[in-house]
């Protein structure tokens, strides 16, 4: 079983390259905003139970697919430090079932996030919309490092297109 663990700062096309990704591979996609919107519909992100929950469900979708050996393609917004946590729990679950986890951050240029941002298409899931929102975020955490403990593969995906960042994905960790 392969967890594809897609990261990179918002609009940076996690979401699409991952459904790209899912087309050439019949892996599942775990959107991360998916267990965002579920513990959000209950909790203040200022709770100390919303956190601990997104965590929680993540780690343990993670762990039943790496079970079940199904292969998953997750998408996520790292932020150093503050993941390192979760990255490394992420990792010791999946390793545990036999899985490996395949590490790709996504970024592109500043202006590019800026024009994708206001994409109709980021509103379905409340994601990040206004240029406003993007760079305070942006100036406020460190969302452009790699992720610890294990390499990544790395895309400027300014000028590629998703089809063949997915390819490209699929290819260098033989999936």
């Known amino acids: 079983m392969a967890l594809v663990f897609i990261y ?5 096309g996690k979401l699409t390259v991952a459904n790209e990704l899912a087309k050439l591979t019949k892996y599942k996609v775990f959107h991360n905003h998916i ?13 100390k139970a919303y956190a601990k929950l997104i965590d929680l469900y993540r780690l343990e979708m993670f762990e039943a697919a ?27 679950r999946v390793q545990r079932h036999g899985g490996k986890v395949c590490f790709v951050q996504l970024y592109c240029q500043k202006e590019e996030l800026s024009k994708r941002v206001k994409h109709s298409s980021r509103a379905k899931f409340a994601k990040i919309r206004s240029k406003a929102k993007l760079h305070r975020v942006i100036n406020k955490y460190d969302l452009f490092s790699k992720v610890p403990y294990k390499r990544s593969l790395s895309i400027d995906n300014t000028d590629i297109s998703p089809r063949k960042v997915a390819q490209e994905i699929k290819s260098h960790y033989k999936l």
């Open 66 to 92: 790496a079970k079940e050996h199904q292969g998953l393609i997750f998408t996520f917004v790292y932020d150093k430090p503050g993941d390192d946590y979760f990255i490394r729990e992420t990792i010791q």
């Open 8 to 12: 990179g700062p918002p609009a940076a």
């Open 35 to 47: 267990t965002v919107d579920m513990v959000r519909s209950i909790f203040d992100m200022k709770s």
